[in-house]
């Protein structure tokens, strides 16, 4: 099927209200110029560098959302232009990420990144690092960052039962921190869901999903 069907065919398996992130990682930007043309906007990228180059030569009008790990001197490559960070996994990277977003004069929106995975290393905060980032104090200083919502991954696993305790440990979380409003906080996004996933994801109430390979094939 061609790339077009594949959104299609996702599209009408969705609820209006999830957002669909098309992950182009690996993909050449004729791939990504495919998926412009049949009317999408949001893309995911995991690496900075990859990201910034795709950037220059496709339309401005591309939502870029990074979402994988993201190196603190690293930043000031995507401040200018990013539209969501998901991976945001600390306070000193977001005190980064503020700094550049005051250098370029904007808001920069982020969701916190949460470890949700038990048997293998993977990047996140776990409960206790979370409640330490919303509750600090210095997070109140921060007028260039816009915290969003939170982001996890499940296990990379054939195990449903295990992904779907997952999710739904992710969003009890998430609606536990709903009652907390701040000038720079407010969760509205969850995102959660991947091509293997992603249904097991939406049942769980996420409202943002990042799938690649559901809509490309599978990675070179
Ligand atoms: C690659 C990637 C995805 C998409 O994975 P698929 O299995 O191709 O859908 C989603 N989220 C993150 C963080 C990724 O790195």
Same mark, same amino acid.
């Given at each position: 099927?061609?790339?077009?069907?594949?959104?299609?065919?996702?599209?009408?398996?969705?609820?209006?209200?999830?957002?669909?992130?098309?992950?182009?990682?690996?993909?050449?930007?004729?791939?990504?110029?495919?998926?412009?043309?049949?009317?999408?906007?949001?893309? #995911?990228?995991?690496? *900075?560098?990859?990201?910034?180059?795709?950037?220059?030569?496709?339309?401005?009008?591309?939502?870029?959302?990074?979402?994988?790990?993201?190196?603190?001197?690293?930043?000031?490559?995507?401040?200018?232009?990013?539209?969501?960070?998901?991976?945001?996994?600390?306070?000193?990277?977001?005190?980064?990420?503020?700094?550049?977003?005051?250098?370029?004069?904007?808001?920069?929106?982020?969701?916190?990144?949460?470890?949700?995975?038990?048997?293998?290393?993977?990047?996140?905060?776990?409960?206790?690092?979370?409640?330490?980032?919303?509750?600090?104090?210095?997070?109140?200083?921060?007028?260039?960052?816009?915290?969003?919502?939170?982001?996890?991954?499940?296990?990379?696993?054939?195990?449903?039962?295990?992904?779907?305790?997952?999710?739904?440990?992710?969003?009890?979380?998430?609606?536990?921190?709903?009652?907390? *409003?701040?000038?720079?906080?407010?969760?509205?996004?969850?995102?959660?869901?991947?091509?293997?996933?992603?249904?097991?994801?939406?049942?769980?109430?996420?409202?943002?999903?990042?799938? #690649?390979?559901?809509?490309?094939?599978?990675?070179?």
């Amino acid at each position: 099927m061609s790339i077009k069907e594949n959104l299609q065919k996702i599209y009408s398996s969705l609820p209006p209200s999830v957002t669909l992130v098309a992950v182009t990682k690996t993909h050449p930007a004729e791939k990504l110029q495919e998926l412009y043309e049949a009317g999408h906007r949001q893309f #995911g990228e995991n690496k *900075v560098q990859e990201m910034v180059e795709k950037y220059e030569v496709l339309p401005k009008d591309i939502q870029w959302h990074l979402i994988g790990h993201l190196q603190t001197n690293k930043v000031k490559y995507i401040a200018p232009f990013v539209a969501l960070i998901h991976s945001v996994d600390s306070l000193k990277l977001l005190q980064e990420i503020n700094r550049q977003g005051e250098k370029y004069n904007r808001v920069i929106d982020c969701l916190l990144q949460v470890y949700l995975a038990k048997e293998e290393t993977k990047f996140g905060m776990d409960e206790e690092e979370l409640e330490k980032v919303i509750s600090s104090t210095a997070l109140e200083q921060l007028t260039h960052i816009h915290i969003r919502g939170l982001m996890g991954m499940a296990s990379n696993t054939d195990n449903q039962e295990q992904i779907d305790q997952e999710f739904r440990t992710l969003t009890k979380l998430f609606h536990s921190y709903e009652p907390i *409003v701040k000038k720079n906080l407010k969760m509205e996004i969850l995102s959660m869901g991947m091509s293997s996933d992603y249904e097991i994801a939406v049942k769980n109430g996420s409202t943002m999903i990042r799938v #690649g390979s559901a809509i490309f094939g599978k990675r070179p």
